[in-house]
């Protein structure tokens, strides 16, 4: 089959991997553009286009498709069966979804209808949701609402970060949708209610608010890592959190109320298992507090 992949970041890696070894035929791979990364701020290409490079094949970087007619033609003109994507980062005109004869696929990390949009895994996790998964879905003009092709699911356990489910996921994705090109199942609509959206994520959506309940601060911290991970300030200076356990405790929010870094929560409370200061390297919650002693009554996040 004549295909093109359009994907950019690590999710979308796998089912590269995958189509390519079926022995599709990959006319183009679409990534985003090579951008400044890191503390260097050294230009670098995603992993897709990385991936693309080592498999040799053609890449394209349009920076963007929606007003662009010369790109849209140009994909028109490889004539394809099928456009895969997964996690791409634009969206695609509607000249763009009838171009190739059996239209574009869509990976997509939740079950749909629940969690369309571009943070899935994330709000799953954040959610406290028992089960997430990959939607296999025949792309349409709308957000993450076409029609059903294939869907797998996964439990979501307490100890469950978005880390671990990225990369499970992706995995599920890369077989389902190589499933799919080999044998097109029959799209079923997505039901009309259930449908919840997961919004682009911040940094600052990681600020830990010690007024939440102790649960929901375990799920946020879990749901963000690693990106775009938790934090909260200590003296002044920002402490990225890492892991935490939900414990017993009462007390003023965001007050420390022992010598294990036991901090008190909306109710509830949560021991800091795992923390890094910034520009340091990240510490079991033990091993920090012998160099960075905290002492019970400090409160964080002021």
């Given at each position: ?72 033609a140009a994909f028109a003109a490889l004539d394809l069966d099928v456009a895969v994507v997964a996690a791409y980062g634009l969206i695609l005109p ?23 949009g571009a943070a899935p895994i994330h709000a799953a996790v954040l959610a406290g949701d028992a089960e997430t998964g990959i939607t296999i879905m ?165």
């Open positions: 089959m004549r295909l093109a992949f359009m994907g950019s970041p690590d999710f979308a890696v796998p089912a590269l991997r995958a189509i390519h070894g079926a022995g599709h035929t990959i006319a183009a791979v679409y990534c985003q553009p090579a951008r400044p990364a890191g503390r260097g701020q050294a230009v670098r290409r995603c992993a897709v286009h990385a991936v693309a490079d080592e498999l040799g094949l053609p890449v394209r970087t349009p920076a963007r498709l929606r007003t662009d007619p010369e790109a849209q509607q000249a763009m979804l009838d171009a190739p004869r059996r239209g574009c696929l869509n990976i997509h990390g939740s079950l749909l209808p629940r969690w369309r025949q792309m349409d003009a709308g957000l993450d609402t076409g029609a059903m092709l294939l869907r797998q699911s996964v439990p979501i356990t307490a100890e469950t970060t978005t880390a671990h489910l990225h990369d499970l996921l992706a995995d599920i994705g890369a077989k389902l949708v190589v499933e799919a090109l080999a044998s097109p199942p029959n799209p079923v609509p997505q039901p009309q209610d259930g449908a919840t959206y997961a919004p682009k994520l911040t940094r600052e959506d990681g600020r830990i608010d010690w007024n939440a309940p102790a649960e929901a601060i375990d799920r946020r911290v879990r749901a963000f890592d690693p990106w775009p991970g938790t934090f909260t300030l200590l003296g002044g200076s920002l402490l990225k959190v890492l892991a935490v356990r939900p414990v017993q405790g009462d007390g003023p929010a965001g007050t420390v109320l022992d010598n294990r870094l036991t901090v008190a929560c909306g109710s509830g409370a949560v021991t800091l298992t795992r923390v890094q200061l910034a520009g340091r390297a990240a510490l079991d919650g033990e091993a920090f507090l012998r160099g960075h002693p905290v002492s019970a009554g400090s409160v964080l996040g002021q």
